[in-house]
């Protein structure tokens, strides 16, 4: 299983530490491998939730408040492999997760930050 630390996910998504902090502790996005309880614990992230984070922060960007982009964000074990659709009232969502992908693989130096690997 692929994994990510906190700083690893700072660099590939180019997020400052705080920013990050902030939204794991308003639980906008997770740390679904280890989630930090007590100074000198590590946050570690699966793929999934890398890809989650990106989402998050596009949803964002693009206008969603970061209560409604988190909920999206974190219906992601519903997702197919190539897309995603989400309905909350009258409106319904598609999302392409190959786009989401993309967006996620061709961040800021993503191949120069290698993840950590553990055996399942």
Known sequence: MIQYTHTQIQKILNINR???QQWLN???VC???NRSSKQGDTNLFSEKDLICIKL?????NQGFSRQLAAKIA???HHWAEDTF???DGPITMVIDMKEIKNLTSTCSGFADK????TDV
């Open 26 to 28: 308003c639980g906008f």
């Open 31 to 33: 740390a679904s491998i």
């Open 56 to 60: 998050f922060m596009y949803l964002n």
């Open 114 to 117: 290698a993840p950590q690997t």
């Open 18 to 20: 705080n920013t990050l």
């Open 74 to 76: 974190k219906l992601r």
């Open 85 to 87: 659709a989400f309905k």
